[in-house]
């Protein structure tokens, strides 16, 4: 949502964003940058964890900072400070030339090394936005919030059965000012939460245990979340009685299975098996020594046979409540929604503006991101979603049209290959469907395919009502290492013929 400047932090805008921003600049201008840009973020991060209904733990802390970043001779250069002063900016802007300078004579020596151009991008100046929630967490007394925490873990301890409860939220407050030197600024406010409850159950006669957590997903929402954003009581009433279940059901029986995948755990399958597939940089081999490759590589792009023709997914900086969601990214572009899989072909990929201008593209999509001042923007996920079907069926409805088959709940466990080929995924709950219905809990299930055989096996997709905006907060990419947010929003869907382990036959072997 366009926010008024009175929406933004007013602590934040009474620091000295502008004159920062024009003393470094101008500094890397004189120094002969051809191009370079000032960010300057304050990103608060607290967290409240509990134990059996008793807070455990508690932290909050503020990284404030800024960075310059320069292309000098066809070289990046990047340093960043804390000392809010025009000189102490001038000065970073220096160091930030000179480490360009540093990198281009030692491209030119090893004789390695490609020029540094970046994609244009209209220019968009003094631009404001502000993140979609309504009670900033941070406003909320932390009384009420391990209070809140407390009360709904207590009631889960009530329950039959249950043993022991977890509970914590997370929450970020992320400002962000950015300017450069194509006349480029913006001032962005965004604001995320991560509420979560386990809970466990032991058997006193075997001392087998089973956990169950909550399936809300984190979102870029405030307070609102917690006090009538989401079916708290409906998921807290449930828990006890899956759970119970659960520890009671039988083992799977391996072999193939048509699955109907809910968004609760789809989401985490289209992150690992395209989400990361389809960042270019990766595909081009960019992050091969930490993050991993691509079986999606560039020279497929328009003929890669990604899924079954039913498969359209998006990436998208813009979807409201989405944690990956910007007015513009950390490049000064734009957020925009574009195809990454449409009718079941690869048509697109994650780009920041030097990927695009390497690779032909006329313009970024927006996804470059730092995760704190003292970082350089990276190449990292938008908002990866499988579309739903307009008219598309309820959940109940794919599961009736299902013979043989499981309904999966939840995410869990995961694993795929450094390529995002292939994989093995568990979840929370698992469901043997018999004749189009649901005939009770299973336990050690895993399901394990090729990234496109497994979207390839997708024979149906559920309509808007099904479609839920998943994610997490803990997405690692780069070196060093930096941690994002990313939502991924999917309809419950049917796959058909599907692989499925018993992970406790598997761990026998």
């Not at 802390?61 to 804390?82: I, K, P």
């Not at 809990?441 to 979207?455: H, I, S």
């Amino acid at each position: 949502m366009p926010a008024a400047p009175h929406d933004l932090d007013e602590t934040f805008l009474a620091l000295p964003l502008r004159a920062l921003a024009d003393a470094a600049l101008a500094r890397a201008r004189a120094l002969g940058a051809e191009h370079a840009d000032f960010r300057l973020e304050r990103v608060r991060s607290a967290m409240w964890r509990l134990r059996d209904a008793r807070t455990s733990a508690t932290s909050d802390s503020t990284d404030l900072g800024y960075a310059v970043r320069v292309v000098h001779n066809g070289a990046w250069g990047f340093a960043a400070g804390v000392d809010l002063t025009m000189d102490a900016a001038a000065r970073v802007a220096g160091q930030a030339v000179a480490m360009a300078k540093l990198s281009a004579a030692v491209a030119a020596t090893a004789g390695t090394g490609e020029r540094v151009e970046l994609a244009d991008e209209p220019v968009h100046a003094d631009r404001t936005w502000v993140s979609s929630y309504d009670v900033d967490p941070f406003d909320v007394p932390d009384a009420d919030k391990t209070g809140l925490l407390a009360e709904w873990s207590a009631r889960l301890l009530a329950a039959p059965g249950v043993a022991h409860v977890d509970a914590h939220l997370l929450a970020a407050q992320e400002n962000k000012f950015y300017a450069d030197t194509a006349g480029t600024s913006t001032t962005q406010q965004r604001i995320r939460l991560h509420p979560e409850l386990t809970a466990v159950a032991v058997d006193p006669a075997t001392g087998d245990f089973e956990s169950m957590r909550t399936l809300a997903p984190p979102v870029g929402r405030g307070w609102e979340y917690l006090t009538g954003g989401y079916d708290w009581d409906g998921e807290l009433a449930r828990i006890p009685e899956h759970l119970a279940e659960k520890l009671r059901a039988p083992s799977v029986e391996p072999g193939s299975y048509d699955l109907v995948i809910d968004p609760s755990n789809l989401w985490l399958t289209i992150h690992e098996s395209v989400g990361h597939a389809t960042e270019l940089d990766r595909a081009l081999g960019y992050e091969a020594a930490y993050a991993g490759t691509s079986f999606a590589t560039f020279d497929q792009l328009g003929a890669l046979v990604y899924g079954s023709p039913l498969m359209h997914v998006t990436g998208d900086r813009t979807a409201e409540h989405g944690l990956a969601t910007v007015g513009y990214d950390d490049e000064g572009v734009a957020a925009q929604s574009w195809d990454l899989v449409k009718d079941g072909i690869l048509t697109g990929y994650q780009l920041d503006r030097r990927i695009a201008k390497l690779t032909g593209f006329p313009r970024s999509n927006g996804c470059a991101y730092a995760d704190s001042p003292g970082h350089v923007p990276v190449q990292r996920m938008a908002n990866v979603s499988l579309r739903p079907a307009p008219d598309g069926p309820s959940t109940e409805e794919l599961i009736s049209g299902v013979e043989r088959g499981i309904y999966l709940v939840g995410d869990r466990s995961w694993s795929i290959d450094m390529q995002r080929y292939n994989f093995q995924f568990t979840q929370q709950r698992a469901f043997l469907i018999r004749n189009g219905r649901l005939a009770g809990q299973l336990r050690d299930v895993a399901y394990q395919a090729t990234t496109t055989d497994f979207w390839g096996s997708m024979t149906a997709v559920g309509g808007p009502q099904t479609y839920v905006l998943g994610g997490a907060f803990n997405c690692g990419k780069a070196q060093p290492g930096q941690i994002a947010a990313v939502s991924h929003g999917c309809p419950s869907a049917v796959f058909e013929g599907v692989n499925v382990l018993n992970t406790a036959q598997e761990a026998g072997h």
